[in-house]
């Protein structure tokens, strides 16, 4: 819950820039604006001096993950487009930038920047040399801020106005209705479950069953034609959209309802269509006539215990627990929750080499000098540094080497030894040594 805040843009009165933030109570400690690389805006209001900064830096991140753009544990990167906006509570003159770690697809595409009280602005706004206000006051915020952390919890108003001294819990309806009043605000409720369930391109997935008919529109595949089997005979080119869409002989068939040429559903449902619901077959994997029987998961489920990677909290689980509400919900399985207790294990964290001035990673094997590393690219010097392992961050290890080497048991034992599950592990070829 929060609220949609319009900030006008110097130089461009009808293309305004509005974000969606839950804490407008923070409004007066803005000092910048950041637009994901993707926002439509973009191209509009980059100045001439910084478009090959912005297209470099857009192409740059176009290699990245949400994942990796968001990790709490990355660097925060961006650019400034040249373009600057005006805080419609101070009047005060905020530049625009491009950073990583907004994605377009969340809320509005764009964030206020507010250093004080938002962990990934203040490591923003130390890389880039923005300013840091700080807007609320609580005992140990002063203290936390001038660390480099953020303050994050309640307090009071301080460096806003009129609005000084106000609790912030009030200052979030109050700046709301203010700003509502005025035209620059909106209350506003942005829900994160995403539409990330249908792919256009794969062959793979679970397909549709839906057959759309020019006469009668889309009409259900008939219960005796299900499931519907993806065909056999495809090219994978690789090129184009779905691969589906090419086969004419699965894609053309009779419309159900009035028997005219129709054309079957060439997108499918991606993986997590699958693994939204896998207990439920779990608890009944021999059943030929039904994907499980409602007693056999009354007996078996909930789950007990989940333990899974932080990625998942999002995504799985959340889809997991709709998927369970709704088959509920339709009187299908008796529970209302998919797992009872979840564990959340720590990463293996792998040693890395990125250039801190570009945020490149680079290769060991492209290291000029284990002892004193440097980028080959540019002959700067790399950080040396503890990473999550990733393929983007070429700090991966093969574990057919350590197995091949040391064998199973000692790769078990050392992971086992070097970190409590719920805590990230720091490979080191030493300790498994």
């Keep these: ?9 110097d130089g461009h009165d009808n293309t305004p820039i509005t974000v969606f933030t839950t804490r407008p109570d923070t409004l007066a400690g803005a000092s910048y604006v950041v637009l994901a690389p993707e926002h439509e805006l973009v191209a509009q209001l980059t100045s001439e001096e910084c478009k090959g900064d912005v297209t470099a830096f857009q192409t740059e991140v176009a290699r990245l993950s949400a994942l990796e753009r968001t990790s709490d544990d990355g660097p925060k990167r961006g650019v400034a487009i040249g373009a600057s906006v005006i805080n419609p509570l101070t009047g005060q003159v905020l530049p625009v930038w491009i950073a990583d770690y907004v994605l377009a697809e969340y809320g509005t ?17 130390a890389s880039n040399n923005l300013p840091i206000q700080q807007v609320i006051a609580a005992e140990g915020a002063s203290e936390a801020i001038a660390g480099g952390e953020a303050w994050t919890d309640s307090g009071v108003l301080i460096n806003s106005g009129s609005l000084d001294g106000t609790e912030s819990s009030a200052a979030k309806a109050e700046i709301t209705r203010m700003g509502h009043a005025a035209g620059w605000a909106t209350a506003k409720v942005t ?5 990330w369930l249908i792919s256009r391109q794969r062959y793979w997935g679970c397909p549709i069953p839906i057959i759309h008919c020019p006469d009668c529109g889309a009409q259900p595949v008939p219960r005796d034609q299900l499931p519907v089997a993806l065909p056999k005979n495809i090219n994978l080119e690789g090129r184009g959209g779905s691969p589906l869409a090419g086969l004419d002989d699965w894609v053309n068939v009779s419309c159900p309802s ?30 030929s006539d039904l994907p499980f029987d409602a007693e056999a998961v009354r007996r078996w489920l909930p789950v007990q215990q ?10 799985h689980l959340l889809y997991s627990r709709f998927f369970t509400k709704a088959l509920k919900d339709r009187g299908l399985i008796p529970i209302n929750e998919p797992f009872e207790r979840l564990l959340t294990q720590g ?27 440097i980028d080959p690219e540019d002959g700067g010097e790399l950080e040396v540094l503890f990473e999550k392992m990733s393929k983007s961050k070429h700090n991966g290890v093969d574990p057919a080497f350590v197995i091949d080497r040391y064998g199973a048991d000692t790769a078990r034992m050392f992971i086992l030894f070097k970190a409590p599950p719920e805590k990230d592990l720091e490979w080191d070829d030493a300790d498994v040594e």
Excluded at 260 to 265: G, H, I, M, V
Aim: hydrophobic content about 35%; aromatic content about 12%.
């Design 258 to 287: 009035c028997g005219k040429p129709a054309r079957r559903e060439t997108d499918t449902m991606d993986t997590f269509m699958c693994s939204s619901w896998y207990f439920l077959r779990f608890a009944d994997p021999s059943n």
């Design 1 to 9: 819950e929060g609220a949609e805040i319009t900030f006008s843009v």
């Design 347 to 373: 990463m293996v964290q792998g040693v890395t080499y990125r250039n801190p001035r570009s945020g490149r990673y680079v290769a060991p094997a492209q290291v000029v000098d284990q002892g004193n590393p």
């Design 191 to 195: 829900y994160r479950l995403r539409d």
């Design 109 to 125: 595409g764009a964030v206020m920047g507010v250093p004080a009280h938002d962990q990934r602005d203040i490591r923003f706004a």
């Design 306 to 315: 989940y333990v899974g990677g932080i990625e998942h909290a999002i995504l």
